[in-house]
């Protein structure tokens, strides 16, 4: 067995099964959906080898290669780090209710991560990640995203997101 990754190792004496794939990105931390995105699969794929053939060796080739180098080089896995929304929202001076609007959540969703330990989705995840990474760029681009954010809010129907606290259209009570 080669050390690696978080105390994951893969056998040496075997193929790489679907279990392994299971194991790995229960060691990584990652979502369902994280790992399908690293290993480049679909629903489908994923289910075949983690559910339907979890004991048996994994049928593409590619697909055990990669989680092989992975094992051994997990510096080369394509994802990026967790985001820290708090730093997030540091960088760009925003309050909580700004920064979970900034990612397309509803007002109050930065007391959860923040309050709570609610982690971030994986999209929301990706989202922040970016976004801390262009702002480390270009700290202006901060207000450039919340002017195309306010955009897309209006685009959707929603005038003043900011107000409304929410990306639900809100209907007319008359």
């Known amino acids: 067995m080669v050390d690696s990754l978080l105390g994951f190792t893969l056998p040496e004496d075997r193929p790489v099964i679907g279990m392994d794939l299971e194991l790995m990105r229960t060691a990584m931390g990652f979502k369902v959906d994280e790992a399908k995105w690293v290993f480049g699969l679909n629903q489908v794929q994923w289910r075949r080898y983690t559910v339907d053939e979890l004991m048996v060796p994994i049928s593409n080739p590619t697909v055990a290669l990669l989680l092989r180098l992975f094992s051994r080089r997990p510096d080369l896995i394509p994802f990026?780090?967790?985001?820290?929304p708090e730093k997030l929202m540091e960088m760009a001076s925003l309050n909580r209710r700004r920064l979970s609007l900034m990612l397309g959540k509803d007002a109050s969703a930065a007391n959860k991560w923040l309050n709570q330990g609610v982690e971030l989705s994986g999209n929301v995840r990706r989202l922040a990640k970016l976004l801390e990474n262009?702002?480390?760029?270009?700290?202006?681009?901060?207000d450039e995203w919340i002017g195309e954010v306010d955009r897309e809010a209006q685009r959707r129907g929603?005038?003043?997101l900011w107000h409304a606290g929410g990306w639900k259209k809100q209907q007319n009570q008359d």
């Open 158 to 160: 929603i005038p003043d």
């Open 134 to 142: 262009a702002i480390v760029e270009d700290p202006a681009w901060a």
């Open 80 to 84: 990026p780090p967790a985001a820290d």
